[in-house]
């Protein structure tokens, strides 16, 4: 291999408690955590680039690996599996947090933990219900930066709220839905995932660097 290629990472599974998953182990000191969508696995475009992004820029990714079936309250599913995550690295560690739909709802968790997070349609519209209240409040009271996706189709998403908030970057892609694709429009699709991909990498790549310039 040639010395210029990235170290591959080792990648195993691991048992969360209350879910399982997959490690991808670089051997650094720094994580993403990816947290699924309900029915959008970290397999999934969104998150299969969101981990590729973390990777490429020298981070471990932990990915959790469970859907929610609506059988249990969406915030204790949530919470659970957010929490059993972020503890995963060990204490010390500052992981970035990427999360996709219902895991919006870990947004006060990383303002408790003051961790930087990647929220991929987050539910912050009026089509998401209660879930708007907690989501918005995690992200009023943040304290560190975080990035908000989302399509201006998706009921779940308000771009006027996503930009009222100070340590908030917003990406949003026209005419996109949950699933930030462009119904109907491939090639725009694809091109959203692009653009997203960018945005994810380039927020990784700020942290890092302002991480990095206060040692």
């Not at 475009?45 to 992004?53: D, E, G, N």
């Not at 989302?150 to 699933?179: C, K, M, Q, Y």
């Amino acid at each position: 291999m040639n010395a210029s290629e990235p170290t591959r990472p080792q990648v195993t599974e691991v048992d969360l408690g209350p879910c399982r998953g997959m490690q991808f182990d670089r051997g650094a000191d720094r994580w993403v955590i990816v947290l699924p969508g309900a029915g959008y696995p970290t397999t999934a475009p969104l998150l299969w680039f969101a981990r590729q992004a973390a990777l490429a820029s020298g981070r471990n990714v932990l990915a959790v690996v469970d859907a929610y079936d609506g059988s249990t309250d969406a915030q204790t599913w949530v919470d659970e599996r957010a929490e059993a995550a972020t503890d995963h690295p060990g204490e010390g560690t500052r992981p970035i947090l990427v999360a996709k739909s219902i895991t919006s709802r870990a947004a006060p968790l990383a303002a408790r933990l003051g961790i930087p997070a990647v929220w991929l349609t987050p539910l912050i519209g009026e089509g998401s219900a209660s879930a708007a209240t907690v989501v918005v409040g995690g992200l009023a009271a943040a304290t560190t930066p975080f990035l908000l996706i989302g399509g201006s189709a998706d009921p779940t998403w308000d771009g006027a709220r996503a930009r009222s908030f100070a340590l908030g970057e917003v990406l949003e892609i026209a005419d996109a839905d949950h699933a930030l694709q462009v119904p109907g429009d491939v090639n725009r699709s694809i091109d959203a995932l692009r653009s997203v991909s960018t945005a994810v990498a380039d927020f990784i790549g700020a942290i890092d660097g302002a991480t990095t310039g206060r040692r």
